[in-house]
């Protein structure tokens, strides 16, 4: 059922791109004008892992992707029996021969360094040049900052000069070696892409989803500065970004979200185009869900409990008292991408990390308020910092389901004292049989490792744990 329910979806979303995705190195295309060269981008982006399969089962969102725990945790020489068991011991790096995700958003980098290379001899007004060769940079920035996150340590001003990073790469000579720089040198890189002066450039307005105007530029800088932890420098962009684009998704009469939702900044999909459908949550994460939760409680799943379906959860994830989403609807959850709605989280943290408790815990109840039925407001309820973080948190863990951010956001709190934490996981399978295991704020599993087949050709890549 998985396998058929993925190549599917699959089918279904890359049959329209497929033709334009082989964009060849300089010399060898025929791209000639401006508007030859805009038109790449309307494309339907695509990571080549879902976030399901790994970074939501590293910070125990997620136990899998529609597969049976028993099953994983049975096989002990497997890259999903490392992350659910949270086994340092095994050699992730050497079961990593490939990554489709690592080998994906450098083949997108690559593709806006062909459009930056050619936009100087292109045919077309300098007007529409500078716009696109900005859209083109915060794309590039906004990938290498997806990489740096996953496959190097967190950003911290103590260790940054210091630790590895990734290679940014920002020429299209695909034959010399790009080398890793540390993580300050990377998001000194994706700052200078995602600048004010390129915010500027774009549109008001993007023209589709795929296609990047201010609120997109704002929401990148954003999330680039909050994840560097300077939440004053982050809030004036994400509130830039939503004086543009301040649409909530409407979830009171179910969940419905097309892939050219409106609130969707920029879509960028995993390897599995329909998630959530597929994902089976921890019990943890189960917990988390308010009363009166839309989604969670519409009743027009398969078996009539609702989409985050307890009989499926049991049933192919094997757990007891966990669920998994099982509804065919028109729905797309923006993997890898940003939306208004959860530009609104970030900008409610910057609020509260500012000192500004009531006017971030009120940008988190106007998402709630399309959320949960008879939600009670968060508003007024905090008396510091730490108690409006819980609150949000909480919220926010389940607004982003099915996506990177819980993922970014453990490994960025994982820096900070007052927020670090042991994450525990404890469930019984179906067969009555325990487990437990903790991963460590500092664990090694945090950061991915690059896969082979890069680093044989490019001596740099050493490993980042």
Not at 36 to 52: A, F, I, R
Request: with cysteine; hydrophobic share 40%.
């Amino acid at each position: 059922m998985k396998r058929i329910l993925y190549y599917i979806l699959l089918i279904t979303v890359f049959s329209a791109c497929e033709n334009r995705l082989d964009i060849t190195p300089k010399g060898k295309t025929v791209l000639g004008t401006v508007a030859d060269l805009e038109t790449l981008l309307n494309q339907t982006y695509n990571l080549g892992g879902g976030p399901v399969e790994d970074l939501s089962v590293i910070c125990n969102e997620a136990y899998s992707y529609m597969s049976n725990v028993s099953e994983l945790l049975a096989n002990k020489n497997t890259l999903a029996y490392a992350f659910l068991a949270y086994d340092e011991k095994v050699d992730r790096a050497l079961l990593t021969p490939t990554d489709g995700r690592y080998s994906s958003i450098y083949k997108w980098i690559n593709y806006m360094n062909v459009i930056i290379d050619k936009l100087d001899d292109a045919e077309g007004d300098a007007g529409s040049k500078e716009m696109l060769a900005a859209e083109t940079r915060v794309m590039r920035a906004y990938f290498h900052w997806l990489a740096v996150n996953i496959y190097a340590a967190q950003y911290d001003e103590a260790t940054a000069a210091e630790a590895g990073g990734i290679a940014y790469v920002t020429d299209v000579d695909v034959v010399e070696q790009k080398n890793k720089q540390t993580v300050a040198e990377v998001y000194k890189h994706i700052l200078e892409d995602c600048s004010d002066e390129n915010i500027a450039k774009l549109p008001d307005a993007a023209p589709n989803v795929a296609r990047g105007g201010k609120a997109w530029g704002n929401a990148v800088r954003a999330k680039v500065l909050m994840q560097m932890k300077k939440y004053a420098e982050a809030l004036p962009y994400a509130l830039k970004s939503l004086e543009y684009n301040d649409v909530i998704e409407d979830r009171s009469a179910g969940w419905s979200l097309p892939q050219n939702a409106s609130s969707n900044l920029m879509y960028i999909l995993g390897s599995i185009p329909g998630l959530p459908m597929g994902e089976v949550l921890s019990v943890e994460t189960v917990g988390l869900f308010e009363p009166g939760d839309y989604v969670k409680n519409h009743t027009e799943g398969l078996m009539g409990d609702g989409s985050w379906s307890p009989a499926y959860g049991m049933m192919l994830g094997g757990v007891m008292g966990c669920v998994m989403y099982f509804d065919f609807s028109d729905v797309f959850v923006n993997a890898y991408g940003i939306t208004s709605d959860r530009m609104y989280y970030t900008a409610a943290e910057c609020y509260i990390r500012t000192g500004k408790i009531d006017e971030g815990l009120d940008l988190v109840d106007r998402v709630r308020a399309n959320r949960v039925e008879e939600y009670e407001p968060f508003k007024g309820t905090a008396s510091d910092e730490k108690a409006a973080m819980k609150l949000l948190q909480k919220a926010k863990w389940i607004e982003c389901l099915s996506t990177y951010e819980n993922f970014f956001d453990c490994k960025r709190w994982n820096t900070e004292n007052d927020y670090k934490r042991a994450i525990t996981r404890n469930f019984m399978t179906l067969e009555g049989e325990q487990y437990s295991y903790t991963l460590s704020p500092d664990s090694p599993l945090w950061i991915f490792p690059f896969p082979n087949d890069a680093c044989s050709h490019n001596s740099s890549l050493t490993q980042n744990y």
